[in-house]
């Protein structure tokens, strides 16, 4: 079933790879076509067991979803950076695309891992494709501290599947539910510390605090339909595999650091620093990027609760957050264009200057920012609500205060932006028009720098 589901990517592939000579603007078309079709042909194959209450296979809905949207909003992004080899962006594209949807539907430790790996690689290289100095240092920035967070991971990995070895069962003795039925045969502080090595490791892929440093710089310099694929897909699956191996093999509540209180923890600390640091932000796509720590760190609370209450409110608050978030990157990248700068000071007066990009950036900053009765402002009351039954009043302080530090902020941003008089100060050598032109036969590389200017 796994091989099925990775039908649309090798679709997607072999599209890239045989459209030498195809038009980029038929090929957009025609992969955000298959991409369609093939959310279409899953969503009705999986909906009676999405119908049933099957969890996974509302994850690998959602993750196919924001996949195609990233593939329409592609069709619009293109012909904006004409300097972007549109084949090999649909390559490296399709691979991330088919590491994501692994990730959704793997019912095992290790092959979660593998995936989470691979999607290091894949969505690295799409961010190097913007072809600018800036985006392969944040390429370079994130494909390594990702990968010593996952190096961690492994070692817990190790040390479960040793203390298993006696099964003799192969890869499948790191199925999660394998490991279920038989973690008490971990000895106690094995399991303990392969709990913190694989949280932690993990975890720097989730973008928890403080693993999250390679998380703004590749968000903000990735192109903004791979933006959205990140922000709104990976980050939630990451962490949905972190709760997966935590349930699997439970360490006891009294142990101070068990799974559930390391994310309890790393929650507590996203949601202060990616609160606070959207009060200091002049850059939108990292606007965008410590939003998603935020809204990470209050997702790993909701599973930290460990209380069926909390752990939907952990799963709506990511469904909600993959279809914001990944939306308002798609709409950053087209007014960073616009306006030839992604600097907060000079993308102003949208309200007047690009009415329809206006009431569709203020509708989604507001839902973003919790405002009733949108999504998140829903999920993020239940898991207000499981605090407050579990008593973890600490918790409940912190978050709360953010939430309400975190709407002040994107308020302000968001009045700013659609009324705020734009500076006069013209914008020199902006960061998102200044490509590498690439000669696709020798790969060699040479500036293009182009000025902008302030809008009239």
């Known amino acids: 079933m796994n091989i099925l589901f990775e039908m649309g990517p090798l679709c997607v592939l072999l599209v890239a790879f045989v459209g030498r000579r195809v038009h980029a603007n038929t090929l957009h078309a025609v992969i ?46 293109g012909p904006e950076h004409r300097h972007i080899n549109v084949r090999r962006y649909y390559v490296w594209w399709a691979l991330f695309w088919a590491s994501l949807i692994a990730i959704a539907s793997s019912n095992n430790l290790v092959f979660s891992w593998l995936a989470i790996e691979f999607s290091s690689l894949a969505s690295g290289a799409v961010i190097v494709e913007m072809g600018n100095r800036r985006a ?26 040793a203390s298993l070895r006696f099964q003799n069962l192969g890869w499948h003795t790191l199925d999660y539910t394998n490991i279920h039925a038989h973690y008490t045969s971990i000895p106690p502080l094995v399991r303990e510390l392969a709990t913190i090595l694989i949280v932690c490791g993990i975890g720097t892929k989730a973008g928890l605090v403080p693993f999250h440093t390679w998380l703004p710089d590749a968000h903000s310099e990735a192109p903004s339909p ?46 202060l620093v990616g609160t606070l640091a959207l009060l200091v932000q002049s850059d939108i796509k990292r606007l965008l990027a410590y939003s998603s720590i935020e809204q990470m760190g209050i997702t ?9 209450l909390g752990y939907d409110a952990a799963l709506l608050q990511l469904g909600f957050h993959a279809v914001i978030k990944s939306s308002l990157f798609y709409l950053s990248g087209h007014l960073s264009i616009r306006y030839g700068s992604k600097r907060l000071k000079q993308i102003t007066n949208i309200a ?9 950036w203020a509708i989604l900053m507001l839902a973003l920012a919790g405002l009733p009765p949108m999504g998140l402002a829903y999920s993020e009351w239940m898991i207000l609500l499981g605090l ?10 912190v978050v709360s205060l953010s939430l309400v530090l975190g709407f002040a902020a994107l308020v302000h941003h968001l009045m700013a932006g659609l ?14 028009a200044e490509p590498l032109v690439r000669d696709s036969a020798s790969f060699t590389t040479t500036p293009l720098t182009v000025t902008g200017g302030t809008h009239r």
Not at 421 to 429: E, F, S
């Open 419 to 432: 009324w705020g008089a734009q500076t006069t100060a013209a914008v020199d050598h902006v960061e998102v």
């Open 352 to 360: 007047a200057m690009y009415r329809p990009l206006g009431v569709a």
């Open 136 to 161: 392969l240092e944040a390429a370079w920035k994130y494909i390594v501290i990702a990968s010593v967070g996952l190096f961690m991971a492994v070692i817990g990995i190790l040390f479960v599947y």
């Open 388 to 397: 407050w039954q579990s008593h973890l009043w600490g918790v409940l302080v």
């Open 300 to 308: 790993a609370v909701g599973f930290g609760i460990h209380t069926s």
């Open 32 to 77: 955000t076509g298959i991409v369609s079709l093939f959310f279409i042909v899953t969503a009705i194959w999986l909906f009676p067991l999405l119908f049933a209450g099957d969890f996974r296979s509302w994850i690998i809905l959602m993750t196919n979803l924001i996949a195609v949207t990233s593939a329409w909003d592609s069709i619009w992004w």
């Open 226 to 271: 791979a933006s959205g694929l990140l922000s709104g897909v990976l980050l939630g699956l990451s962490l949905i595999t972190i709760d997966m191996y935590i349930r699997a093999a439970p360490v006891p509540s009294s142990t101070w650091l068990s799974g559930n209180h390391l994310l309890l923890l790393f929650g507590c600390l996203s949601v």
